[in-house]
């Protein structure tokens, strides 16, 4: 978005959203054959926002409320490859139609991911041999054992001239590649309008936002098409592709309403899916502390009594079960797919998740006292505010309580707002200082990590941290945010290509708990935030630098659309103040010093500063105009390195085979069930006392084979070959990965080589994590082992006990042959 003059901006923001004459040529709303749903029944009358993935960005909907039921458009794709271009051929301008003459593959991309189904027409295929597939990614997807059809590619199902794949009774998955298959032919066809038919929720732009920095714009819009995505008739859905768990997930909602409620103001259907989900227990006690503070958001953004009244029984019997079991140490089940937070379902007692999880217990209890504060239940308030007190007391009594906590819980106990400066800047540096280990696994837990970060006013950190993580995302190829992620995925794996697949099973690209980001941009960046219910009170703190000079955007209210812009090169800014409401602004300083303001062409005074803003208060309603002189220069955002603490470059040796001997294994080796399933044979060296293999199967291939990719004995009179194997336990849901922790004692550099073997040359391709085995930090960026059909090596070094993840990516499951230390 080109960055408008500022009078211009608010003249189209008092106006409405800009006009957008026609839906995009790759759209459209005709239905070829009857669907679940009507075509959409709104107009291209909104915005057109060029870094917005999302088709209907521009689309309104004249009234859409929570009971409206599901409607449909349809999508053409942008662009189609093929693997045999003399069987194929079509125009560029339109390849939704293609002339096919023999076997081929066709792949369709459709420019981003929607939740839809896919469809093409033809005639005179009787006879023919074809499939059909799909995927967020570049390859035809494979899912879990459980899912309706786990294998996203099978033969469509025929109306008439119009071929359908339906891989699930909903019919959608979560779609941006299409393929077809074209296995046998007896003659020349056309294949026509090869599309997607898209359902989505009928939901508007209400909110938007845009900055200097056009990455954080995207990274906006992509987190709310994300959510949108995943808007179902009645709820809030928590998965868009289809692999057994598309039901309710408490916790999964929390950053999926926060961000639809700054995004889409869809306040109702927020409040339908806090009742449908307030009696949904998934057996994770997080999730059940994470509704509460749902309930919190709703209403400090609506200001809705009665649903508050009606669910205050309901809250409070989930914070009271937390106090009660605070010290019992109960049964989290989950509490991230962080390795610190236990990797998922691994270990989810470990002690970071029990600590994380009495700060998110604290932080629950007193951000529920404040709401009953405000809403007049003083007896609630002190009950709640003093189960916190009582646990920071008694937490505080070891004056080193900062030094045992971990990101995830430094994290939620700053969230839960009653650290004071010392401790914050000791939580900082214990916990969040390295740039690198301030990224968690999952974004979900990332959006707390970020909402810690503002809570110490480290924004600048937190924008670098925003663009490792989502904006990583995005230069992936993302149009929605994943399940997981780790910036080094892009440098080892292609653009839009198969992600790791590890403890989160296989691995969601369009995954809602993802999108909290969104609310933190407007409530940090933008700066706006309810100071009392409903916004009748509200703040604008928008946090400029050198790096990001200006901002604007809208948030949408009960009281009507706040709308703010901020400039830090004319040192202007503009703000909406709805009927009703009253606004405390601070004008950023980022880094100079405030001289004078003026408001609407008169000096203001100013009700005090800080060290970052100057405050004045706006009373009345309408549109203000204010402008600041300053002094001295923009500050400059420091320039925070990301580094890896093993930092040595791993090598790959395909030529090895099994002929390890005099090349691998000179201080100990494992080899993997050589003396039959699970008779692993080892010698470890003297600094390894174990290796403890986890979540694996054993299987002995081969005792006697001649085939040099099986291993030599390691007895010098053996001349036989053996081969066996420790693999991931595919397609068991949350298999995909297998652990091998090396104990060894710490100080003692030395050399790791995993002989990798796909014995049946079946495609595998595999991820290898390494972490450190104590505090489960990440060591080195991930290493994709592929093309291990002849087996190989892949070998690094460390220099600490270790835990190593070895994961799936493709093929039937990752397939570890052995291991050697030198």
Same mark, same amino acid.
């Given at each position: 978005m080109m960055k408008p003059k500022l009078p211009a901006l608010l003249l189209s923001l008092l106006c409405g959203l800009y006009a957008c004459d026609a839906p995009p040529s790759r759209l459209s709303f005709e239905q070829k054959i009857p669907g679940p749903y009507p075509s959409a029944s709104g107009s291209f009358s909104g915005e057109a926002v060029a870094q917005s993935p999302d088709p209907l960005v521009a689309y309104r909907w004249a009234d859409p409320k929570a009971s409206?039921?599901?409607?449909?458009?349809?999508?053409?794709?942008?662009?189609?490859?093929?693997?045999?271009?003399?069987?194929?051929?079509w125009k560029p301008k339109r390849p939704e139609t293609i002339e096919v003459s023999g076997p081929c593959d066709l792949m369709f991309d459709f420019g981003r991911v929607s939740a839809g189904w896919l469809e093409f027409d033809a005639e005179g295929l009787e006879g023919a041999d074809i499939e059909m597939s799909i995927s967020e990614f570049d390859e035809p997807a494979i899912f879990n054992a459980g899912s309706e059809h786990p294998r996203k590619t099978a033969v469509p199902v025929r109306y008439g001239d119009t071929y359908r794949l339906e891989l699930n009774r909903d019919l959608y998955e979560g779609v941006r590649f299409g393929w077809v298959h074209i296995r046998r032919i007896d003659r020349p066809v056309t294949l026509a309008d090869v599309r997607l038919v898209c359902q989505i929720k009928p939901t508007n732009y209400e909110g938007c936002f845009a900055c200097s920095d056009t990455m954080l714009t995207r990274i906006w819009y992509t987190g709310a098409y994300d959510v949108k995505l995943n808007l179902l008739k009645d709820y809030f859905g928590a998965i868009l592709m289809e692999r057994s768990d598309r039901h309710s997930w408490t916790g999964d909602a929390h950053p999926s309403q926060?961000?639809?409620?700054?995004?889409?103001?869809?306040?109702?259907?927020?409040?339908?899916?806090?009742?449908?989900?307030?009696?949904?227990?998934?057996?994770?006690?997080?999730?059940?502390?994470?509704?509460?503070?749902?309930?919190?958001?709703?209403?400090?953004?609506?200001?809705?009594?009665?649903?508050?009244?009606?669910?205050?029984?309901?809250?409070?019997?989930?914070?009271?079960?937390?106090?009660?079991?605070?010290?019992?140490?109960p049964s989290l089940q989950f509490y991230g797919w962080d390795e610190r937070l236990g990797a998922g379902f691994e270990h989810p007692d470990c002690d970071e998740s029990r600590t994380a999880y009495k700060m998110l217990s604290i932080r629950a209890w007193k951000a529920f006292a404040r709401t009953m504060e405000n809403a007049g239940r003083s007896d609630l308030a002190r009950k709640y505010a003093g189960y916190a007190d009582e646990k920071i007391g008694a937490m505080r009594r070891d004056a080193r309580w900062t030094s045992a906590l971990g990101l995830h819980a430094a994290a939620d106990a700053l969230n839960a707002d009653f650290a004071d400066p010392a401790e914050r800047e000791a939580l900082w540096r214990n916990?969040?200082?390295?740039?690198?280990?301030?990224?968690?696994?999952s974004p979900f837990n990332q959006y707390f990590i970020m909402q810690a970060m503002a809570r110490m006013g480290r924004y600048d950190e937190a924008l670098a941290t925003t663009d490792d993580c989502w904006g990583g995302q995005i230069r992936y190829g993302g149009t929605t945010f994943f399940e997981v992620y780790r910036p080094c995925w892009n440098d080892v794996i292609a653009r839009n290509g198969a992600p790791v697949n590890n403890q989160c099973g296989y691995t969601s690209l369009?995954?809602?708990?993802?999108?909290?980001?969104?609310?933190?941009?407007?409530?940090?960046?933008?700066?706006?935030?309810?100071?009392?219910?409903?916004?009748?009170?509200?703040?604008?703190?928008?946090?400029?630098?050198?790096?990001?000079?200006? =901002? @604007?955007?809208? !948030?949408?209210?009960?009281? *009507?659309?706040?709308?703010?812009?901020? /400039?830090?090169?004319?040192? &202007? $800014?503009?703000?909406?103040?709805?009927?009703?409401?009253?606004?405390?602004?601070?004008?950023?300083?980022?880094?100079?010093?405030?001289?004078?303001?003026?408001?609407?062409?008169?000096?203001?005074?100013?009700?005090?500063?800080?060290?970052?803003?100057?405050?004045?208060?706006?009373?009345?309603?309408?549109?203000?105009?204010?402008?600041?002189?300053?002094?001295?220069?923009?500050?400059?955002?420091?320039?925070?390195?990301?580094?890896?603490?093993?930092?040595?470059?791993?090598?790959?040796?395909?030529?090895?085979?099994?002929?390890?001997?005099?090349?691998?294994?000179?201080?100990?080796?494992?080899?993997?069930?050589?003396?039959?399933?699970?008779?692993?044979?080892?010698?470890?060296?003297?600094? =390894? @006392?174990?290796? !403890?293999?986890?979540?694996? *199967?054993?299987?002995?291939?081969?005792? /006697?084979?001649?085939?040099? &990719? $099986?291993?030599?004995?390691?007895?010098?009179?053996?001349?036989?070959?053996?081969?066996?194997?420790?693999?991931?336990?595919?397609?068991?849901?949350?298999?995909?990965?297998?652990?091998?922790?090396?104990?060894?004692?710490?100080?003692?550099?030395?050399?790791?080589?995993?002989?990798?073997?796909?014995?049946?040359?079946?495609?595998r391709r595999s991820a290898v994590e390494v972490f450190d085995l104590g505090n489960k930090g990440l060591l080195m960026p991930v290493q994709i082992v592929d093309r291990y059909g002849e087996g190989k090596y892949l070998v690094f070094e460390v220099d600490r006990p270790v835990r190593l993840r070895i994961d799936q990516v493709r093929g039937t499951n990752a397939s570890l042959g052995a291991l050697f230390f030198d």
């Open positions: 409206d039921d599901l409607e449909s458009y349809v999508l053409y794709p942008e662009s189609v490859r093929t693997n045999d271009g003399a069987h194929a051929r926060a961000a639809s409620m700054v995004a889409f103001g869809n306040f109702d259907f927020v409040r339908t899916n806090l009742f449908y989900t307030s009696t949904q227990f998934n057996g994770i006690a997080s999730y059940s502390l994470y509704w509460v503070l749902s309930l919190v958001d709703y209403y400090d953004y609506t200001a809705d009594r009665a649903t508050l009244d009606s669910l205050t029984e309901n809250a409070c019997g989930k914070l009271d079960a937390a106090y009660a079991h605070y010290e019992a140490a916990a969040f200082s390295d740039r690198l280990q301030r990224l968690s696994y369009t995954h809602p708990w993802s999108a909290g980001i969104v609310k933190w941009l407007s409530e940090e960046i933008l700066g706006i935030k309810p100071l009392a219910p409903g916004f009748a009170r509200f703040s604008v703190t928008p946090h400029l630098s050198a790096a990001l000079t200006w =901002v @604007e955007g809208s !948030v949408p209210t009960p009281c *009507g659309t706040i709308r703010a812009s901020f /400039d830090a090169e004319t040192n &202007r $800014a503009e703000i909406s103040v709805p009927q009703g409401t009253s606004a405390e602004v601070g004008l950023p300083k980022a880094g100079r010093t405030i001289t004078a303001v003026t408001v609407d062409g008169h000096p203001a005074t100013p009700l005090g500063e800080d060290s970052a803003f100057v405050y004045i208060a706006l009373e009345e309603a309408g549109l203000h105009r204010i402008e600041t002189s300053c002094t001295g220069t923009l500050a400059e955002p420091a320039d925070e390195p990301l580094r890896y603490a093993c930092d040595a470059s791993p090598i790959q040796d395909s030529t090895t085979g099994g002929d390890w001997p005099g090349v691998y294994g000179s201080r100990g080796y494992v080899l993997c069930s050589y003396d039959g399933d699970g008779g692993h044979r080892m010698r470890l060296p003297d600094f =390894v @006392e174990r290796v !403890v293999f986890a979540k694996n *199967g054993d299987r002995c291939l081969h005792r /006697d084979i001649a085939d040099r &990719r $099986a291993l030599r004995s390691d007895r010098p009179d053996d001349t036989l070959r053996r081969i066996g194997t420790a693999f991931t336990l595919d397609p068991a849901p949350c298999n995909q990965t297998m652990t091998v922790d090396i104990e060894s004692r710490g100080g003692t550099p030395y050399r790791i080589a995993l002989y990798f073997i796909d014995w049946e040359r079946d495609g």
